[in-house]
């Protein structure tokens, strides 16, 4: 009797899923309630740290744009004895650098601090895992190569303060404008909105545009029969009516004279000196300023480049060989 009462208890203590008397059997081994109750608690988990590292995330960019903020007030009130360092647009753009590469180092300690919790929380042991793993471990350090290295030349190029946000640099053959520096890469917008990424380890060459004076030309295309002399003056009348309108041109304008442009066309040219920046604009200013008073002395330009052919050298014809010989005739 007392047999039979345990036999029945159990027969109530399994569940029955299906009609399978096997697959219940299976699906008996698992508790389900318990995997239900580690799934909802480790998405609960995850949710809450995901929350926390979001409100860190936010709070730390406030704190860094407070603290750069007062650090831009600090730069402008001091003072340094190279002239370049002393000018405010310097300052911001040292000051926007520093910024951006401190909230992307930020950005990426965040990042991984989560990912990290968020495998502990799983049950995925990370450290463990890259510690055990030594093929994995070695195609890590592999493919880390490139990374340590955009952020060794990103370093550098921070520390030996060659570029900053906000200057006009071509950077290999990209040119255009810093829009940020980042830990791996550097991006550069050009003149038509394209932004370009370049990684810092790909960095070779670097000219930047924006420190110093910077040497502008403007050519004014003529024709072989223009009246070069007529216009050299006109040009040169320009820039002494110009002289002091704009402080951007440093000195006076050189009318340099005529010369051959890459397209093999003719031109005067005139050198510019200009604030780093402005060369553009004072560059159009000038040559439109040329372009009216070149029309207004009735002087007729080329409406597209023409291109000046020298003349070869006339080559002596050689006797050909039939005009060598004599030619004899003969008649029976």
Do not use: C
Not at 170 to 198: D, H, M, Y
């Amino acid at each position: 009797m007392h047999y039979s009462l345990v036999l029945t208890a159990t027969d109530d203590a399994i569940k029955q899923y299906t009609k399978n008397t096997f697959l219940n059997n299976f699906l008996n081994k698992f508790d389900f309630d318990q995997i239900l109750w580690n799934l909802t608690t480790k998405v609960i988990s995850i949710i809450l740290i995901s929350v926390l590292f979001l409100i860190i995330a936010e709070t730390g960019k406030k704190i860094i744009a407070h603290f750069f903020k007062k650090y831009q007030i600090k730069m402008k009130s001091s003072k340094s004895d190279n002239p370049i360092d002393n000018s405010e647009l310097m300052v911001r753009r040292r000051n926007k650098t520093i910024y951006t590469l401190t909230q992307n180092a930020f950005y990426y300690l965040v990042i991984f601090f989560w990912l990290y919790s968020i495998l502990s929380i799983i049950g995925i042991p990370v450290g463990t895992l890259i510690a055990g793993a030594g093929i994995f471990s070695l195609a890590i350090g592999l493919g880390a190569q490139g990374f340590v290295s955009d952020i060794v030349s990103g370093f550098f190029i921070i520390f030996e303060h060659q570029i900053d946000v906000g200057e006009h640099v071509i950077i290999n053959s990209t040119n255009g404008i810093v829009a940020a520096i980042g830990l791996r890469t550097t991006q550069i917008r050009s003149q038509n909105g394209t932004l370009n990424f370049i990684p810092n380890r790909d960095i070779t060459t670097i000219s930047n545009l924006s420190r110093g004076n910077i040497s502008t030309l403007v050519n004014i295309r003529i024709m072989p029969d223009s009246p070069i002399k007529q216009i050299e003056d006109i040009m040169a009348d320009v820039n002494e009516k110009l002289d002091g309108s704009d402080a951007n041109v440093i000195g006076l304008p050189v009318v340099f004279g005529t010369v051959y442009l890459t397209d093999g066309s003719l031109a005067i040219q005139t050198v510019i000196t200009a604030r780093s920046g402005t060369e553009s604009k004072v560059q159009a200013i000038y040559l439109a300023a040329y372009l009216k008073a070149i029309n207004d002395a009735n002087i007729a330009l080329p409406m597209s480049p023409q291109t000046v052919k020298v003349p070869a050298k006339p080559q002596k014809k050689s006797k050909s060989a039939t005009e060598a010989l004599p030619i004899s005739t003969n008649t029976k």
